[in-house]
């Protein structure tokens, strides 16, 4: 082997792919609006406001901001009567504003008074989120949980059994510890958490289909904090069921921190297909828009090959070679510029979010990008001559110069989009709806 040419290495290099689950599919509808989750259908971004759901008109505009942002279900907090009672009033309203986005009600303790108590509620909402934690305790806690999973199956909606580990049903966890205990070679506590999780998921997932829920309107996770916790858990989770599963890294934390701690949970399980619908439980930063945890999702499934979104910049690093910032503020220039415009492209010119645009440093690696590119463009690095050659499918198109260099690439770009894409009537080849 080691004596052997490169190239006489035959055998084969096989491409990276994300695996296939099977699992069942959940419907999550409004109107005409219907979001399939699992059982072959893109994995899908969701979010959660943090508005007060009292306010019925800032919670619309939210959940409106995160629906163009690309979030494809919203969940929003009930947590007391006047909440449940703002619910039918933020559907209204995004109704009104012809975001057709479902809406997903978090409930916690009283869930199935609420839903009892505004039948208007229950029924504007397209998912119940229960957590079996807290619903209550014993047969109280099994009489409250069936009121919801009844009511779910009444007005026929999609219902998450979330368990997270910072409020994990006590009684099963010191059930499954007490059981433990009597084993001639007893786990380790981190495997009675892991297993009291998974536990608490699939029983209740068999509870609500006992009740009457169909395993089709039933998603299931399993959230915890910590990213090889979170790996292990879904594992074995995704090994014991068929339902379709919700993922998510809880309490992810702030910036980079919580970026990449979400993205690297998430990459590792979304490989072995696990996972159907997302959500980044980002905590934002002070002044940032809520609609980052939304991007971030996009962008890690966008990473992955899993979906488009929006159309990619390639961009490089910068080095020594290339010691202005123009490169950098072009890139983003273009960033910003193609993001704002996908909520009208993605209609107009089906198919754009799979472009690729290279806006490359200098010279060394930048006419190699922008060739792999649909569009690109190498800047001039230190000590080269004032000139950024632009690439077009693969060929040097032209180049440009002088100081209106970032304008007009941005017109060549969108001269581009419109003789590309603007011809087309329907969705590109293999970009998921
Ligand atoms: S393309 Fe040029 S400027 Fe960019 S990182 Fe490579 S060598 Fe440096």
Redesign the pocket.
């Known amino acids: 082997m080691n004596d052997l040419p490169l190239s006489l290495l035959d055998d084969f290099i096989e491409p990276a792919r994300p695996a296939l689950r099977r699992s069942r599919q959940a419907e999550v509808r409004w109107g005409a609006r219907v979001v399939t989750v699992g059982g072959g259908a893109p994995v899908r971004v969701q979010s959660m406001t943090n508005s007060d759901t009292v306010d019925a008109i800032g919670t619309a505009i939210q959940v409106k901001e995160l629906a163009i942002a690309g979030s494809e279900m919203v969940r929003i907090t009930v947590n007391t009567p006047e909440a449940a009672d703002a619910v039918p009033h933020i559907r209204d309203q995004l109704d009104r504003m012809g975001v057709d986005v479902p809406l997903i009600g978090d409930f916690h303790y009283n869930g199935h008074k609420l839903l009892a108590d505004s039948p208007a509620c229950a029924q504007a909402l397209s998912k119940y989120r229960i957590n079996p934690g807290n619903v209550g305790k014993g047969e109280k806690g099994d009489r409250q949980f069936a009121q919801i999973v009844e009511i779910a199956a009444k007005y026929d909606k999609a219902v998450r059994i979330g368990v997270n580990w910072g409020s994990l049903d006590q009684e099963l966890l010191a059930q499954m510890m007490d059981d433990n205990a009597k084993r001639a070679e007893p786990f380790d506590a981190q495997q009675i958490m892991y297993r009291a999780l998974i536990t608490s998921a699939i029983e209740s997932a068999k509870q609500a289909e006992a009740i009457g829920l169909r395993g089709e309107q039933i998603i299931l996770s399993c959230k915890v904090s910590g990213v090889q916790d979170l790996i292990s858990v879904y594992r074995a989770l995704a090994k014991r069921c068929d339902y379709a599963l919700h993922l998510g890294l809880t309490e992810a934390g702030m910036a980079t921190k919580g970026t990449v701690a979400s993205s690297t949970a998430l990459a590792v399980l979304l490989q072995e297909g696990i996972g159907d619908t997302i959500r980044v439980s980002l905590t934002p930063q002070p002044g940032e828009a809520r609609t980052q945890e939304v991007v971030i999702a996009a962008e890690i499934l966008q990473s992955l090959g899993l979906r488009a979104f929006n159309p990619s910049v390639t961009a ?7 010691t202005s910032t123009t490169f950098q503020e072009m890139a983003k220039q273009i960033d910003d510029f193609l993001r704002a415009q996908m909520p009208v492209w993605k209609t107009r010119y089906p198919g754009v979010e799979k472009m690729k645009v290279a806006v ?7 006419p190699g990008e922008s060739k792999h590119a649909n569009i690109g463009i190498s800047l001039p ?1 230190t000590g080269e001559a004032p000139a950024a050659p632009v690439y077009i499918d693969g060929e040097k198109a032209l180049t440009l110069r002088g100081a209106g260099i970032a304008t007009e690439f941005q017109a060549l770009v969108e001269n581009y989009i419109e003789k590309r894409y603007g011809a087309a009537t329907t969705a590109h080849p293999g970009v998921p709806a």
């Open positions: 490089c690093p910068g080095c020594g070679r290339t490359m440093g200098c010279i060394v690696n930048g690095g």
